[in-house]
């Protein structure tokens, strides 16, 4: 049998995704957004946004938490041309088990019925969650200032019609003592009971005793010790987890093919919980971190940061490419932060982006002004430490597989 300090750990680190999402349906609730309903977003993310880490300047995002145990529910999804729409479909451990729109379902929209793992309903429009809580995010991308008004009547067809429920709960935050942590845990598994593929670790992490109704009364002064350690011991680990992989090339880290459907990588779905909760598959984009310094992978914002895209080596995607920079919160999130140009993200549909006589395409990075002949492809970065990240929409075979690699940043 595992001992309790290494239970303690498995059993934080599995169950993290669930308790984060709990958080997300709560504070939702607190702005007066219903379960069930869909929540429109109607201006781009800035630095006053910090409900969800690592968030996009590139699309509008309506958000929806669903509760299934009532009975199936009817989303109806507009038409968005050539548009780029995405609606994820995440279940109360993360994993996307369906993603609608551009990529899958085409630009014509249409109407589908999601049902719970319990519900005997067939059809060709029907999708099945292996959890009756249900995350639904949609990304309606906009093409610049000029093209907001549009991307806001796509994002008005997007609906959703279904039996009315409470939002259940309230539940723990991740930074609670064990004893409300686990006992929110245990009652969100109870709720959305893992698959069976999961047997091997919920026997690791039986001796905490969730399956059968967590009773912190239980455990002596010795097994608090221990079950403190393995919780203390699993924060430090996800902190330092992310979005990329484990190693870094040619300075940036590239996302595991397990992200946004994790199978039994339950450390890497609980650092993307913590780091990019609701990131989407590699094949609907693709998250690059440029490699930083120190304990925590940073950049240094006082100094200036070139990135160089040969003219013969165009990033290759279906849809568009964006990078950003984020602060650094002291429990591992990332949110953008204020600047003069109230530029988040910089990409292949800035206005006024400038290429070189040869075709080559230079970003500058840093929080000083690079100077007039480079304002237009400046992103400006926080007077101190940061993250960069890259985000690649639809992107083509050989990004995929690892074919074409991004050149560094490096320094001006």
Same mark, same amino acid.
Do not use: H, I, K
């Given at each position: !049998?595992?001992?309790?300090?290494?239970?303690?750990?498995?059993?934080?680190?599995?169950?993290?995704?669930? !308790?984060?999402?709990?958080?997300?349906?709560?504070r939702g609730q607190a702005l007066g957004h219903v379960m069930g309903v869909f929540s429109h977003v109607r201006r781009l993310a800035n630095h006053r946004h910090r409900a969800v880490t690592t968030p996009n300047n590139d699309t509008l995002y309506s958000t929806a938490q669903i509760d299934l145990s009532a009975g199936p529910v009817s989303i109806?999804?507009?038409?968005?041309? &050539?548009?780029?729409?995405?609606?994820?479909? !995440?279940?109360?451990?993360?994993?996307n088990f369906a993603i609608l729109g =551009?990529?899958? =379902?085409?630009?014509?929209?249409? =109407?589908?019925?999601?049902? $719970?793992? $319990?519900?005997?309903? &067939?059809g060709w429009n029907v999708i099945r969650a292996p959890t009756n809580h249900v995350w639904a995010l949609s990304r309606i991308l906009?093409?610049?200032p000029h093209d907001l008004e549009a991307a806001r009547e796509v994002q008005a067809g997007l609906s959703m019609q279904g039996p009315a429920t409470e939002t259940p709960g309230p539940y723990a935050l991740r930074s609670a003592d064990w004893r409300e942590y686990f006992d929110s845990a245990a009652a969100l598994m109870t709720a959305n009971?893992?698959?069976v593929t999961d047997l091997a670790i919920l026997r690791a992490i039986a001796p905490m005793g969730?399956? &059968?109704?967590?009773?912190?009364?239980r455990f002596s002064e010795a097994d608090i010790a221990e079950i403190e350690a393995g919780v203390a011991e699993a924060r430090s680990a996800v902190r330092k987890g992310g979005l990329g992989g484990a190693s870094y090339v040619a300075?940036?880290?590239?996302?595991?093919?397990?992200?946004?459907?994790f199978d039994q990588d339950y450390a890497y779905r609980a650092a993307v919980a913590l780091s990019g909760l609701a990131a989407l598959p590699p094949a609907e984009a693709m998250y690059m971190r440029a490699e930083g310094h120190g304990a925590r992978d940073l950049l240094d914002g006082t100094k200036a940061w070139r990135l160089h895209f040969p003219a013969d080596q165009p990033l290759p995607v279906n849809s568009f490419w964006s990078l950003s920079l984020y602060e650094a919160t002291d429990d591992g999130q990332y949110f953008f932060t204020d600047n003069p140009l109230e530029r988040y993200a910089i990409g292949d549909r800035t206005p006024g982006l400038k290429t070189n006589a040869d075709g080559s395409l230079d970003i500058w990075i840093g929080h000083a002004d690079p100077g007039p002949e480079r304002a237009s492809n400046w992103l400006p970065a926080p007077a101190g430490p940061f993250a960069a990240f890259l985000r690649a929409y639809l992107p083509k075979p050989e990004l995929l597989d690892g074919h074409y690699r991004l050149p560094p940043i490096t320094e001006a």
């Open positions: !049998m595992t001992d309790l300090r290494t239970a303690a750990r498995l059993a934080y680190v599995f169950t993290l995704p669930l !308790m984060e999402v709990a958080s997300t349906r709560q109806t999804l507009p038409p968005a041309g &050539e548009r780029y729409l995405s609606l994820a479909l !995440m279940d109360a451990y993360t994993n =551009t990529r899958t =379902t085409g630009p014509d929209g249409g =109407t589908f019925r999601l049902v $719970g793992p $319990g519900e005997a309903v &067939e906009v093409d610049g009971p893992p698959p969730l399956a &059968e109704g967590f009773d912190p009364r300075g940036w880290s590239y996302p595991s093919s397990r992200l946004g459907d």
